[in-house]
Nanobody, 123 residues
Framework: QVQLVESGGRAVQAGGSLRLSCTAS????????TGWFRQAPGKGREFVAS????????LYADSVKGRFTISKDNAKNTVYLQMNSLKPEDTAVYYC????????????????WGQGTQVTVSS
């Protein structure tokens, strides 16, 4: 069992930056792929970024490519989402997720989810 806790969400102005953190407990992130998703009010959960715990491969949604970066700290068992050049349309609850095996852009691929952290970008 993996427990995930996100943090770092807050209100920020357009053009600003935030770094979200996702810390795992119960098991280490080794052998898991991790992902970040987001959900805006009235919309479905949307893929943002994913990465393998080993190998360093990453995958990004087109809407965030070049602005967001997923990374990890093995020693802290933590995954990060660095978000730069934020836009109002990035406003959402951001969720961290973990899945055994390969990284994926699909919600159904992930068995473990955090509780979410709110990011609000004002214009």
């Amino acid at each position: 069992q993996v427990q995930l806790v996100e943090s770092g969400g807050r209100a920020v102005q357009a053009g600003g930056s935030l770094r979200l953190s996702c810390t795992a407990s119960g098991r280490t992130f080794s052998n898991y792929a991790t992902g970040w998703f987001r959900q805006a009010p009235g919309k479905g959960r949307e893929f943002v970024a994913s990465g393998t715990w080993s190998g360093g491969r990453t995958l990004y949604a087109d809407s965030v490519k070049g602005r967001f970066t997923i990374s990890k700290d093995n020693a802290k068992n933590t995954v990060y989402l660095q978000m730069n050049s934020l836009k109002p349309e990035d406003t959402a609850v951001y969720y961290c997720a973990a899945a055994r095996g390969l990284m994926s852009a699909y919600v159904a691929s992930y068995a473990y989810w955090g509780q979410g952290t709110q990011v609000t970008v004002s214009s």
